[in-house]
């Protein structure tokens, strides 16, 4: 399974989900997006995009 993590920086309990998310890796491919960067490009919102789209799950921190 195909696992995409958007950080927004909204969660409140974002620890807890850092840890199930670590476990989670073992056995899934997790890839991470840092939305909270105030330099992004186009080319980096692309990718997000990207990794958004190929994800059969997407969560949101």
């Known amino acids: 399974m195909n696992v995409a993590v958007l950080n ?3 969660f409140a309990d ?4 850092e840890e199930a998310l670590s476990e989670l890796e073992v056995f899934h ?3 991470r997006c840092d939305a909270t960067r ?3 490009s186009d080319e980096d919102w692309n990718q997000v ?3 958004l789209l ?6 949101s921190l």
């Open 29 to 31: 491919e997790v890839r």
């Open 49 to 51: 995009l990207d990794v």
């Open 54 to 59: 190929a994800s059969d799950v997407v969560i």
């Open 38 to 40: 105030t330099s992004m």
């Open 8 to 10: 927004t920086g909204l």
């Open 14 to 17: 974002r620890e807890t989900v």
